[in-house]
């Protein structure tokens, strides 16, 4: 189940509804920045653990493509194809590399949409960016033990937000990925 919220109290309103929680009953909520995992318990002893879920959000646009940062402003992410080609590109602060992959017609699959449920936008980070990151979370390192190539610097494309202290960052892209729902599709822009 995937939803898309823009805040801490729309989702709290949307894990209501879908739950089908009770007025009457209490929802906790713990949330970092865009990108990191928001998770809640409901206050009802007849709900059980089992029953209980964590939704992973990533950065949320609006439909169209996010605008590109003038020449000479961005933040520079060189990636590195599989065939070793460079291309140098400029990132928007807070973008994700998946989605700064996607939008300079890279290979980078992303077949989940950021939902953190396949490991198809690993992507393996230079060291001293890699370095600078937070620790990916559990959810990051189950899709991670998919990803095809693991290294010691892999990360999701989907999980790392850019910012200034990521100036140069170098993400080299897989040679491969593992597909489980359709292996061999090639990323298209929506």
């Known amino acids: 189940m995937t939803i898309l919220v823009a805040s801490t109290r729309a989702l709290r309103s949307a894990i ?21 995992l928001a998770s809640w318990n409901i206050n009802n002893s007849n709900i059980l653990p089992s029953q209980q879920a964590a939704f992973s959000t990533g950065a949320v646009w609006q439909h169209g493509s996010l605008p590109r940062p003038a020449p000479g402003t961005g933040i520079k992410v060189n990636f590195v194809k599989p065939t070793g080609e460079t291309v140098t590109v400029e990132a928007n602060e807070g973008e994700s590399l998946l989605d700064l992959a996607r939008a300079n017609d890279m290979d980078v699959e992303g077949a989940c949409e950021a939902s953190l449920a396949c490991s198809t936008c690993h992507l393996i980070l230079d060291e001293a960016s890699f370095d600078k990151l937070e ?28 910012t200034k202290d990521l100036e140069g960052l170098t993400a080299k892209i897989p040679s491969a990925t593992r597909n489980m729902y359709v292996d061999g599709a090639k990323p298209k822009h929506h």
Do not use: K, W
């Not at 009457?24 to 713990?30: E, G, W």
């Not at 010691?152 to 999980?159: A, E, I, K």
């Open 135 to 162: 620790e990916p979370s559990d959810e990051e390192n189950d899709m991670l033990d998919l990803a095809f190539g693991l290294t010691d610097t892999s990360r999701l494309g989907c999980q790392v937000l850019m």
């Open 16 to 36: 209501s509804r879908t739950c089908r929680i009770p007025r009457n009953q209490s929802i906790s909520m713990q949330s970092g920045r865009i990108g990191s």
